[in-house]
């Protein structure tokens, strides 16, 4: 059906029904949640823009398509070859009613509010020939939409850069939006940028499995949860692991996962990870190990002696005067252990941001693992934190991943699980030195 905007406009208006279909915000800004000057976007970030153009038309059903709502000026601002945005029903949201599509094209509607086309979405055909609908800008349909009640997430490119302009976007508010997913840091043509996925907080009905799904994000957003590095991992070791001889393990050789501390902290969400546990031993590894020295060697012992340093004073102290990089297998490599098996941590400091890689040998993948994940996690964000730096990444390291026979079957009910977003790390913002630390300076937030 070829229609264009003002005739399905005002069949909208006069129809009783008043169905919605919610939607999910697709945006870039700077680090002033700023959009665009002078009618341009103000970067050039080819990937950025590949970004957007995959998680606005990609779908799971290949029968169908999205649909993208923007404001007018938006429509004038996006280039003619690219305009309608292909594979999609583009949306242009005009009050006044002066907007002059001139061709009559089946991919473009105008609607005079955000209520009416989101109405016009909830009915045939639309209801099923639409997959998911995209806000996509710019600001003054954002200052309404972004935080209202029908915005399910917000995808947010975030810029790091100041750079003057004249439309803006409003702060997520994070009361009512958690992070889901945050991308390692992108550098294109010189430009720092990293995806953020925001998703509506929905506070779990007690007693009723799944209301907290997050199903309705884009499959290629949804799967970017770090918790499925885990999942993967043991997934792969139940279907693809050695079986050891007495036939009571399996395991994989070989594994790495990464996660990034700079928004939320990786305590896993599909399997109990007693936070209370976790605080408890890393505090108790500070106190013990960090006045410690447990080094074999006898130059470092010595040097710290000399220095009159404990081993992790000594480390953070170098990370505090030395702020440039770590190079592998010198004093600065750590033979820690706050978990069962032996482990290495190495730290690198980069853009003032700590990340911490730890290699272990052989671990066991359904207790140790997500134990060790936020145990090592906690420990490079309050080094982080006593250095002054940013806590980066962590990046862990394992030589052998087993699973006991004996857990296959708790693990596979565990892959059936849908990650929930991460939750927030909070240290007390006074505290400087590490052997300071007590529990209670340690809050996760959105548990
Ligand atoms: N960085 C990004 O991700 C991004 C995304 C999109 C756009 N941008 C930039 O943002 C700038 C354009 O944004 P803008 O804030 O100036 O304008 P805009 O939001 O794109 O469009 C404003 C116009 O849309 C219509 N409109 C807005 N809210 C409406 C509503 N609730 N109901 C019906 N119509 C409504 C009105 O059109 P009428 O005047 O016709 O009534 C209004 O004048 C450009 O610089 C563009 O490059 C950046």
Redesign the pocket.
Same mark, same amino acid.
């Given at each position: 059906m070829a229609t264009t905007g003002e005739a399905s406009c005002s069949n909208v208006q006069s129809r009783v029904s008043v169905a919605r279909r919610s939607y999910q915000v697709v $945006?870039?800004?700077t680090r002033d949640m700023g !959009? #665009? *000057?002078?009618? @341009? !976007?103000p970067w050039d970030l080819p990937l950025e823009y590949r970004f957007f153009q995959d998680v606005t038309t990609k779908t799971s059903d290949p029968k169908k398509r999205n649909a993208t709502i *923007?404001?007018? @000026?938006?429509?004038e601002?996006t280039p003619l070859e690219i305009r309608p945005l292909p594979g999609r029903l583009n949306i242009v949201?005009?009050?006044?009613c002066?907007?002059n599509i001139d061709m009559i094209d089946e991919n473009v509607l105008v609607?005079?509010? *955000?209520e009416s086309a989101l109405e016009l979405l909830a009915t045939k055909p639309y209801y099923f020939s639409i997959e998911k609908v995209f806000v $996509? #800008? #710019? #600001? =003054? !349909?954002l200052r =309404?939409y972004m935080n209202a009640p029908s915005c399910d997430a917000i995808h947010l490119t975030e810029v790091d850069i100041s750079v003057p302009c004249d439309?803006f976007a409003p702060r997520v508010d994070t009361c009512l939006y958690r992070p889901w997913y945050s991308s390692f840091p992108i550098m294109e043509n010189g430009t720092r940028y990293s995806f953020n996925t925001y998703v509506r907080r929905k506070d779990p009905v007690v007693g009723v499995v799944g209301t907290e799904d997050y199903w309705f994000l884009p499959k290629m957003v949804f799967e970017r949860h770090e918790e499925f590095g885990y999942l993967n991992l043991a997934q792969n070791v139940i279907s693809n692991g050695e079986m050891s001889d007495n036939g009571t393990t399996l395991s994989k050789f070989g594994c790495q996962m990464r996660f990034n501390l700079r928004k939320t902290f990786p305590l896993l969400t599909t399997k109990k990870v007693l936070w209370e546990c976790v605080v408890e031993e890393i505090l108790e590894f500070i106190k013990e190990k960090g006045t410690n020295h447990i080094w074999e060697s006898d130059e470092a012992k010595e040097y710290l002696d000399s220095q009159e340093l404990s081993k992790l004073s000594h480390v953070i102290n170098k990370i505090k005067n030395n702020p440039i990089m770590f190079p592998p297998c010198n004093p600065f490599d750590l033979n820690l252990s706050v978990s069962p098996c032996q482990t290495l941590a190495q730290f690198y400091v980069a853009d003032s941001e700590l990340s911490c890689q730890i290699y272990q040998s052989s671990t066991e993948a359904s207790l140790e693992i997500p134990y060790s994940i936020a145990a090592y996690s906690l420990l490079t964000c309050i080094v982080a934190h006593v250095c002054g730096l940013v806590a980066g990444d962590f990046i862990h390291v394992i030589g052998e991943a087993y699973v006991n026979k004996a857990d296959v079957e708790t693990i596979q009910k565990q892959l059936q699980i849908s990650p929930k977003p991460f939750p927030i790390l909070k240290l007390h913002p006074e505290k400087t030195k590490i052997e300071s630390f007590e529990a209670s300076d340690l809050e996760l937030l959105q548990i």
């Open positions: $945006i870039a800004a !959009l #665009g *000057m002078n009618m @341009k !976007l *923007m404001g007018r @000026k938006s429509w601002a949201l005009s009050k006044s002066c907007l609607c005079s509010s *955000m $996509i #800008g #710019g #600001g =003054d !349909l =309404d439309t």
